[in-house]
């Protein structure tokens, strides 16, 4: 009867053991809501607030290029009038005649329409219109980067809930294990072959088993949480979702080409050379103060007064006029100079940026490759320790069938089990990570997810 108590307890052990990841595929394969990874970024990139928000940005930058908000087009106003006054007056002329009038009357009315266009002033319109061109595009890009930097928090978010997911799968197996244990561990005891303490023991195992279930179901709805947050989800939205549980990253990214794809593509890198643009067109602009400016007018006016009083019964006119006008400022107490003078260090300026983003962008990319092979190596240490914990539990389990260890023992085998685990699902956890930061740096991330 102990035997086969040894045995059944052996090979309920090595089911448990063996199938860990297999019942983790399992029970997400299972799931009736399995939120997969492309759908999750498509959501965040619609429903999130911030991306929203980025995408008006851009609608603003948009409108603004235009040829009437760069001044190519002429401005046309219109204006109209009407009073009315009613005068009493009493008038004596030198002939000794006297008039006097009550309650008279008289209307006027005018209206008439003005048209200017510039049609020089220093090319100024064409400079403006290349400036706001540039702030459009400096917008396109700096909303690419701040998209592409909230896929990357979803895909870190995503694989952070598979993560704690594998975790709580394994911890959950461990917890039947025990709870398997401490039966056997009592049953052994009515049958005399075993004693209280290694009951106690075994529950003490069970509930510390207990306790880390419950704190990785918490860590798991909080993750779920934040995932949810980033989706442009409700407060209140359920969090009894799964996803994914496999953890892939690609490992054969190259250096040199994640490099030389970052130095085109980069979105901060585009937005400083769009800063450089829009500082070479705000010093055209600035310099077309040295130059007159050129205008064409041409008005239309009509004026009626009725009168019941004065020298006027009634007067009509109608006027046409047209023309042009030069202005030049001969002397502003010297601020073009100053204007030009400031335009041209912020043209200087913006090309020392440009250079400092692509250093940056340089060490950036060169620190996130050493972390990404370094995690690469991790994975496979950790792969090789699992499959050296592995048949260490074998080994263990064909011992305690024999009864030459203790279930004390067996325990440290399967704690140092899970313990590894542990850590092969933070190392692939974390070699994601810098895999989805090398994209990101090199404005890949957005066209990996729309593959």
């Known amino acids: 009867m102990d035997h086969f108590l040894r045995f059944a307890l052996g090979l309920l052990l090595f089911l448990g053991v063996g199938f860990f990841l297999s019942s983790v595929q399992a029970q997400s394969a299972a799931s009736a809501d399995t939120l997969r990874l492309d759908a999750a970024v498509q959501q965040a990139l619609e429903e999130n607030p911030q991306a929203q928000m980025a995408r008006r940005r851009v609608d603003i930058a948009e409108n603004n290029v235009s040829v009437g908000n760069a001044g190519f087009l002429p401005t046309l106003s219109g204006q109209a009038g009407y009073t009315e006054t009613i005068s009493n007056s009493e008038q004596t002329f030198l002939t000794g005649e006297t008039q006097n009038t009550e309650g008279a009357q008289s209307t006027q009315a005018n209206a008439g329409a003005d048209f200017r266009w510039t049609v020089f002033d220093g090319l100024r319109p064409f400079a403006t219109y290349d400036r706001l061109g540039a702030e459009r595009d ?55 072959s075993g004693s ?8 003490v195992d069970l509930n510390a088993d207990s306790a880390a279930v419950l704190r990785q179901e918490t860590e798991l709805a909080n993750a779920k949480s934040q995932l949810n947050q980033l989706l442009g989800r409700s407060e209140d939205a359920s969090t009894r979702y799964a996803v994914t549980s496999t953890i892939e990253v690609d490992s054969a990214l190259g250096y040199s080409s994640l490099q030389q794809r970052a130095f085109q593509e980069s979105p901060a890198l585009a937005q400083a050379r769009e800063a450089l643009r829009t500082a070479q067109a705000e010093r055209r602009e600035v310099r077309a103060n040295f130059f007159p400016t050129i205008d064409l007018t041409a008005g239309l006016g009509y004026s009626q007064l009725d009168a019941e009083s004065g020298f006027l019964q009634e007067s009509r006119s109608t006027e046409i006029t047209y023309g042009a006008s030069l202005t030049f400022d001969l002397f502003d107490g010297l601020n073009r100079w100053r204007r030009s003078q400031n335009a041209e260090i912020r043209e200087t300026n913006a090309r020392l940026a440009v250079e400092d983003v692509r250093s940056q962008l340089a060490t950036a990319l060169t620190s996130a490759y050493e972390r990404y092979q370094n995690r690469l190596r991790l994975v496979r240490l950790e792969r090789e320790n699992l499959d050296a914990v592995r048949a260490n539990v074998d080994v263990a389990l064909e011992q305690f069938e024999v009864g030459t260890i203790t279930s004390v023992e067996l325990r440290e ?22 895999e989805v930061e090398l994209l990101r740096l090199s404005g890949q991330l957005l066209d990996r997810m729309g593959e």
């Open 413 to 434: 085998v399967q704690e140092q089990f899970i313990q590894v685990e542990s850590r092969l699902l933070t190392a692939q956890f974390e070699a994601k990570q810098a």
């Open 196 to 203: 209280r303490l290694q009951v106690r023991q075994a529950r």
């Open 138 to 192: 400096r917008q396109a890009a700096a909303t690419e980067e701040e998209i592409a930097v909230l896929a990357s928090d979803v895909i870190d978010g995503y694989y952070d809930v598979a993560r704690r997911q594998q975790q709580l799968a394994v911890l959950r197996e461990a917890l039947s294990i025990s709870r398997e244990r401490l039966r056997i561990a009592e049953l052994r005891e009515e049958l005399g």
